[in-house]
């Protein structure tokens, strides 16, 4: 299993900018793919960005232009640089991570969460 505690959200208008950040540990060799998900009310939880042991990102839809996700491999840490935000950005952002190969969709972790709003 992974633990992953997560960090930087709050409160943002509309335009503005919020980056989060996500450290990974437990009892693991070394992770593979690590990822940012969101929940926003009444909705299911989505991707939104993911990074590669290899250092390659990818972006859904929502994200592409706007959010960007790096990583320090010597910390095993995640991040999410998130610009130009909007009101239908509020959600709670959920880091993900992969202990080995994989896919992010099956993380070995999952974070607590930091909620992120964006007012109008």
């Known amino acids: 299993q992974v633990q992953l505690v997560e960090s930087g959200g709050g409160l943002v208008q509309a335009g503005g900018s919020l980056r989060l950040s996500c450290a990974a540990s437990g009892n693991f060799f070394r992770i593979g793919v690590m990822g940012w998900y969101r929940q926003a009310p009444g909705k299911q939880r989505e991707l939104v960005g993911f990074?590669?042991?290899?250092?390659?990102?990818g972006y859904t839809d929502a994200a592409k232009g706007r959010f960007t996700v790096s990583r320090d491999f010597t910390k095993n840490m995640v991040f999410l640089q998130m610009n130009s935000l909007k009101p239908e950005d509020t959600a709670i952002y959920y880091c993900a991570a992969k202990a080995g190969p994989g896919s992010i969709e099956k993380s070995d972790g999952w974070g607590q969460g930091t909620q992120v709003t964006v007012s109008s």
């Open positions: 990074i590669t042991d290899g250092g390659l990102p």
